[in-house]
DNA sequence: CTGTTAGCGCGTTCAG
DNA sequence: CTGAACGCGCTAACAG
């Protein structure tokens, strides 16, 4: 409603004076002014107007959050998502920047995104757009990638341990004397977050001649559609005794299906998920499961993000969070 | 990088044709320049300004989305929120809106939203802000509420039947022969919602002769918070048999917490959730509830909204979505 | 059908 | 310390 040029004219003074009170510059003002100026500005409630300053500035602080996702899919049903999406908005406010979520499929969406909001940084988690090399924008923009393992010239990365987290799940079931072990993926053989942490399930296993035969890596979270599947493999002799689990989620899944078999959960089926979301305490058993903290890596990708938007000459950085076993009651020790 | 005007110069047309051919107005621009106006457009990868454009228009397509919680919270690690803010999220998108989501206690920050960027419409969830009235823009502004009770002049609402929702859930109980029930409500008693509920499911169980006495209500989903009052409520020999609880969320924590204390679900204990999550399938026993459909009511709400926006002389109006009884695992017969 | 002209509200020189 | 003037990129009358 009033304007900075209101402001100035009910003030007495010219418009750059104003501006420079809004805008901190308050050492080229002289004190009354400053004073009389900022209860003008209280009393009228004034609030600059973002557009015109974006477009005086040529860039804003809008950060883009990039999901993958279709159009009319609700990717935040998926509480890892939902966590760390959260996150990241938190952070982002946190630093004075303001989110622009985005949910797509097609790297064009992003490029407008980018280029009409003249974007201050770009955040893409989990994706495995290939073409989003496509985006020709990213390379000027500063961007960090979250759980994204192929190479974007220019952008920085936080990644977590996946293999390490495979790893420890492994060792953890064998020394807790399993020797038949399933794996339920995010979106096998899509995802290079599931590629790795079934790699590293598969090494730590080697040593003690355990095999994760391809029969037992069920795809993806939908249980419902790999339920015959998952019969087979729970159904026959010689089945698996635990199941190493990319997501909470779909460990909770497992449990449920696992039951509704007539499999007790842990003393006929363990189960390792991967998260630590709440989730994991809600459910019956209590779910023993790899940790990462969506909270600490949503802080330090804003961080990242923001270093690499105050400082345009800092080099492309790469960070690896670390993961450890949370131990609860969906374990069972064999033999 | 390239501007309106330096497409305008390629093609050697006016501004004004350009901005005719972006905005679709090709009615007034001939075939042939069209054809290469878009051209030119496509082949320079030209992204209209929008801070110029929202400058120039005075309004934006945003759509301020408000959700209640502290600077360092993250309300998205509530299942619901995340349901309803993606279901929200996406319905905006498809009518060519663009979210701006904000998570607050704080009124101001909320009003400065709305002026800063020109907010074309402002969707508020689950509030109990009663200083909502203090912004004084949002009179001006088509707004809808979205399970709030208290009246805001000029708001639009799509609430729940939630009086039913507890009636429901009361009728069931009662006829699966319980006498004895407890409430777990989200913020009781600030939140009119668990009211509401409460006070649905206290009409349908006077007819039987049932009260549901206040040490019974656990006030809210933090059930760590109240061990000792569950401690007691389930520990005493006249304990409830059944708990209706306001969410999916803190049913699955109720279900928990009293398996720690040895009672069996639903042998010992019978549970009522509400919401209808994926949760409710992924826990065990799978979770009986009252639900409603977050996708739809986001759907409703949207709607609502851009019809406002599009209309500003249409009236408030108010909306109230409907409840049915999901029927699983956690409740038992009884007697 | 097309071009000219004014702003939109603000930041930023540059003189004073 | 202050102000006048220009421009950011685009839309919207108004002429033609």
């Known amino acids: 409603m009033s304007s900075l040029k209101e402001i100035a004219a009910a003030a007495g003074v010219s418009m750059t004076t104003v501006s ?39 860039g804003s602080r809008f950060v883009a959050i990039i999901g993958q996702g279709s159009d009319d899919e609700n990717i935040f049903l998926n509480p890892y998502n939902a966590a760390y999406f959260g996150a990241l908005v938190k952070h982002l406010y946190k630093r004075d920047y303001v989110p622009l979520v985005r949910v797509t499929n097609d790297y064009r969406t992003i ?20 073409n989003l090399q496509k985006i020709t924008t990213l390379s000027q923009v500063p961007t960090v990638l979250t759980d994204c393992y192929f190479d974007l010239p220019g952008a920085s990365h936080v990644d977590l341990d996946d293999e390490t987290g495979g790893r420890i799940a492994g060792e953890y079931l064998a020394g807790m004397g399993h020797r038949r072990i399933g794996f339920v993926a995010n979106a096998y053989p899509d995802s290079d977050v599931d590629l790795r942490r079934l790699k590293g399930l598969r090494e730590s296993l080697a040593p003690y001649g355990i095999q994760v035969p391809e029969a037992w890596v069920i795809p993806s979270w939908d249980l419902e559609a790999h339920r015959d599947r998952l019969a087979a493999v729970l159904g026959a002799p010689e089945r698996p005794t635990a199941f190493f689990c990319s997501a909470d989620f779909s460990a909770a899944g497992l449990i449920r299906v696992a039951v509704e078999f007539g499999l007790r959960v842990p003393e006929d089926l363990s189960v390792v998920g991967f998260d630590n979301l709440p989730l994991c305490s809600l459910i019956s058993p209590r779910l023993t499961t790899v940790a990462q903290d969506a909270d600490i890596k949503a802080e330090r990708t804003v961080d990242m993000l923001v270093r690499h938007i105050e400082d345009r000459t800092l080099p492309p950085e790469r960070t690896m969070l670390g993961v450890r076993l949370v131990e609860r009651d969906s374990v069972k020790r064999l033999g």
Chains 1, 2 share one sequence.
């Open 111 to 130: 490029e407008r995104d980018i280029r009409g909001w003249n974007v201050a940084g770009v955040l893409i988690t989990g994706s495995f757009i290939r």
């Open 20 to 58: 420079n009170v809004i805008n901190g510059n308050l050492k080229r003002v002289s004190r009354d002014k400053v004073q009389l100026i900022q209860d003008l500005i209280r009393e009228r409630g004034y609030v600059p107007n973002q557009a015109a300053r974006n477009l005086a500035q040529r």
